[in-house]
């Protein structure tokens, strides 16, 4: 469970930022908009990174291959990189109407992409990593 915990308490933070991010918008505030997305991208970033660099290779170390979910969340992470670049130039440019049109399939995917993480991914690292799970979070923290 501390995997788990841990990983999806990150999610929620994000999602806290994005959501100030689109009130922002909302309100034609692209100075404050900007400050929220910023936090966001560093802190969705930053995560990704945790993922990719600790919790996804000593998952596959564990389940003995690369294939599988973490393929699959690598592909993602990548398609909402992308996603990222596209908000923040819609943010650079003031431009309302591209910056909910890229948010919306910026939400639509990070919703799927968070749901399968905490109710498959977590989990199986949960069990799999339980021995490990307290260094592991631990090295995400100083990450």
């Not at 908009?33 to 802190?43: C, N, P, Q």
């Not at 969705?44 to 660099?53: A, V």
């Not at 990070?110 to 399968?116: D, I, R």
């Amino acid at each position: 469970m501390q995997i788990s915990n841990y990983m999806r308490e990150e999610h929620r933070s994000c999602d806290e930022s994005f959501a100030k991010a689109e009130q922002a918008a909302s309100n034609g505030d692209f100075d404050e908009a900007f400050k929220h997305f910023e936090e966001f991208m560093l802190d969705t970033l930053r995560h990704f990174l945790k993922e990719e660099e600790i919790l996804f290779p000593a998952f596959e170390k564990a389940a003995g291959s690369s294939e599988g979910p973490t393929q699959v969340m690598r592909y993602e992470h990548t398609q909402v990189r992308g996603l990222l670049e596209q908000l923040k130039e819609a943010i650079d440019k003031r431009d309302r109407e591209r910056f909910f049109s890229v948010a919306d399939t910026l939400m639509i995917l990070l919703q799927q992409h968070n749901m399968k993480e905490e109710q498959m991914l977590y989990a199986m690292c949960d069990r799999l990593l339980d021995t490990e799970a307290e260094k592991l979070v631990s090295e995400m923290k100083e990450h």
